[in-house]
């Protein structure tokens, strides 16, 4: 049994021994919600007394603390509303999953130490230090075709990684990844590993563009995923006047700042006091401004749901410029990773298919650079293990967004070469 995946009610006894990272989630839940015909989920998703873990049609698995538990139970009650605790407590079950992966961890031939470490991680997930001994060593060693360098510095003052992938064939066209931003999504900056590994040896159409690849945009909340809580989401700014930290990066960008976010700091999507509040999306800002004539493409790297997400996120009423051209650029790319692994992607509208989110990454980039092509990519899975992928999935899925970035990209090529 997979973490989201659950059939029947799973009531988890407590386990001895729980490491810390999952320490702070003892005694939440996870809870299975059926028919929120009046979006009483939001609100309580607004108010940060839930945090949604998965969207499945009219189904929603949702993370409740202790602190909150009979406060939502008695708004469930009073609405009517039914539902199922799947797992009774998120540490117990945590640790569970993790005490069976540990033997795959011992048997990998991985290895990455500050000394050396010529290459991303295949069957483990990397630490924030590996990421830095990885871009540092690359750095180093291929002058030639990749330049990295810190853009700026998180809340508690770590550097923010951009790695520069320079054409060989320079066209002035460049293009944009941006990974990491909620901490728990640990699969996305590997991906943007991977890819950065894969720019360095493949000789291909991405060498008429320059890619610029930032693989850990939230350094500070994905230490703490390591460390205190494996599901936290946000960044780690302390809030004054209040006993939560941290903001959502990606509602804190200024575009339609503050619809469908959250101006409780309790809120997984909590915004911040004002539109680029937190110096990571200030730095990330200010680098791709430097390229805003350039740009091709944005993709920001998310989990989990095997979706590509086009603007607009602030709103399901309104249409993005562009929206036929966005809808079949982006089935190219779900086209391409069928082709390549068959699995199954979709392109879908972010507010009107998913939820409304404004201040996010992609729809800034649109609104304000003027990116004709830019999206959101929900990697996988769809809900079979969720944020908690195991690292044996880190290859595939690098190689299908591999795929689909290719295909992308020489269309995108095209496109600009026809039209002059």
Not at 168 to 195: D, M, P, Q
């Amino acid at each position: 049994m997979r973490v989201w995946q659950v059939l029947s009610i799973v009531l988890v006894t407590s386990m001895d021994g729980a490491t810390s990272i999952y320490e702070g989630l003892r005694g939440h839940q996870v809870w299975s919600v059926n028919g929120d015909t009046d979006g009483l989920v939001s609100q309580l998703r607004l108010r940060g007394m839930v945090d949604v873990l998965h969207h499945s049609g009219p189904t929603q698995k949702l993370r409740v603390s202790p602190e909150f538990a009979s406060d939502v139970l008695a708004n469930f009650q009073d609405a009517g509303l039914e539902y199922h605790a799947v797992i009774g407590d998120l540490a117990a079950f945590l640790q569970e999953e993790e005490n069976r992966d540990r033997s795959v961890r011992r048997e990998s031939e991985d290895s990455c130490t500050a000394h050396r470490c010529s290459a991303p991680l295949h069957a483990q997930y990397m630490t924030f230090e590996q990421m830095e001994w990885y871009l540092k060593q690359v750095n180093e060693t291929s002058p030639s075709k990749i330049s990295v360098s810190s853009i700026g510095r998180s809340v508690l003052g770590r550097d923010l990684w951009l790695a520069h992938l320079k054409a060989t064939n320079s066209t002035g066209r460049s293009v944009w990844i941006e990974a990491g931003i909620h901490a728990r999504e640990w699969i996305s900056s590997a991906v943007a590993l991977h890819i950065i590994h894969k720019l360095l040896y493949d000789d291909s159409v991405m060498a008429d563009v320059d890619v610029y690849v930032v693989p850990m945009a939230n350094p500070d909340g994905y230490v703490y995923t390591w460390t205190n809580d494996r599901l936290w989401r946000k960044n780690r700014r302390p809030v004054a006047n209040s006993s939560c930290d941290g903001v959502d990066l990606n509602r804190n960008w200024d575009d339609h700042f503050g619809v469908g976010a959250s101006s409780h700091a309790c809120s997984e999507i909590y915004d911040g006091l004002f539109a680029f509040s937190e110096p990571e999306t200030q730095a990330l800002r200010d680098a791709m401004q430097k390229e805003k004539d350039n740009l091709i493409l944005v993709l920001s790297l998310h989990s989990f749901g095997q979706t590509l997400l086009y603007p607009w996120g602030w709103s399901a009423t309104k249409e993005a410029p562009g929206t036929l051209q966005l809808i079949a650029v982006g089935k190219i790319f779900v086209e391409a990773i069928r082709a390549a692994t068959g699995r199954h992607y979709s392109v879908k509208n972010s507010a009107r298919d998913l939820y409304v989110a404004s201040g996010t990454t992609d729809d800034w980039a649109m609104a304000v650079l003027g990116t004709k092509y830019v999206y959101t990519v929900e990697l996988r899975d769809q809900g079979f293990t969720g944020f908690l992928l195991p690292a044996a999935e880190i290859v595939p899925c690098s190689v299908e967004v591999w795929h689909g970035l290719q295909e992308v990209i020489k269309h995108i090529i095209k496109e600009e070469t026809t039209s002059l």
